[in-house]
């Protein structure tokens, strides 16, 4: 007996002791899966789980969209270098949006700017919640909201490469992107977009980026390849697209990804959604249209690189509009869009003398100040406290502006303090004569049978028939 209570007692003990270690843990690990797994009242799971694939989608733009896109349209020994600033765009702005961009962009603040309030997401937690577009409003994390302006955070600077491909240095590009999103980007968003910024509060309209994306990138841009200078040859050599099915292909991907840009910015899975997506499509399809018509009557054919062009012209106008316009609306931004960018690829780049390498300012900028106006033009519903469309204009038009002017300026700012800090911002001309693939990265696309990594010999591919003349540029007789 006396062996089996000593047995028992050890049991006991042994129980105890497990008891004491393990308790504790399943208490904490209680605790914390019921706040995980807690969800508030107010979340609208459909909303969620489609902002949550919205949001992949616009990720989609940028990579691989926008990197085949540009990257088609560089000569090949580029190819690489634009590809990594997409990549390190995403890479850079992804992490910064986090840190403070968000609390600058979306922070209380004042009427320019939000504030440091959610630095790294400080007071962010599961149970927070964004209201969205829906009527009435719906909820969905504020986890989810923040990815999903995190995507539109990165596509916008890394638009900006179009305006300065085949020159910059990969280190400037960084410190410039880096830079640029907290004194433009970030600012304009608040504006636009925070809850008591300005031009929200004057009852503009950019249901999607019109201004706060492609404008601000557009008009950067030309600053940017304005301070930068030409690159070597141009306007002595042709400088044609390497590769227009990668120009091609990426331009689709863009469309694809467009339709979580726009309708995604319903933050819902609404009717509102649905007219925003509808308008992507009608708006795109008509652009693509009309342009190859301008140019089977200008040049003779209609080309690939038109069509691909047309398409983002189509996207960029509509963005600021898709939430406010009626599908027959959508109709007419798609078309205006194509005289506008059109025309400014056509004579006004030519004009210019300006260098704006794969038509940032031309698609983008004049695109989105297109779409802004035309957000006022053909509105079917009308920003806060706004009563005729002629007001609409009006206040689009103080939004337009001042995006025109802000960005441009403080773009001008930024790259004068980096100047002096990096000496140049450009590569020298032996290394732009290499190629910044080889120079900049070590690497090319493009390898000779027996070359090696970071050490082929690039492959020159001569100007294509129907097409593959610079973006604009008239086509040779």
Sequence with gaps: MPGLFKKLWIARQALLAGAGFFVPLLVVASAFAEDAGAKPAAIDTGDTAWVLAATALVLLMTLPGLALFYGGLVRAKNVLNVLMQCFIAAGVIGVLWILVGYSLAFGDGNAFMGDF?????????????????????????????????????????????????????????????????????????????????????????????????????????????????????????????HSLPFCVTGAGLLWFGWFGFNAGSALSASPLAALAFLNTSTATSTAVITWATIEWLHRGKPTALGIATAAVAGLVAITPACGNVSPLGSIAVGFGVCIVCYAALTFLKPLGGYDDALDCFGVHGMGGMWGAIASGLFAATLGSGIESNAQQVVVQLKGVVFTAIYAPLATLVILTLLKTVFGSLRVDDEAEEEGLDLSEHSEAAYVSVGGGFGGGTLVERPPQAGGAHPVGAPRPA
């Design 117 to 241: 309030s959610k630095v790294a997401l400080s007071g962010v937690t599961l149970d927070s919640v964004w209201a969205n577009l829906a009527t009435p409003p719906r909820n969905i994390p504020e986890y989810v909201f923040i990815m999903f302006q995190a995507m539109f955070a990165i596509i916008t600077p890394a638009l900006i490469i179009g305006a300065v491909a085949e020159r910059m240095k990969f280190s400037a590009f960084i410190a410039f992107i880096t830079v640029w999103l907290l004194v433009v980007y970030c600012p304009i968003a608040h504006m636009v977009w925070g809850s008591n910024g300005w031009i929200s509060k004057a009852g503009a309209i950019d249901f999607a980026g019109g201004m706060v994306v492609h404008m601000s990138s557009g008009f950067s841009g030309l600053m940017a390849a304005l301070f930068l200078g030409k690159r070597r040859g141009f306007g002595r050599e042709p400088m044609p697209p």
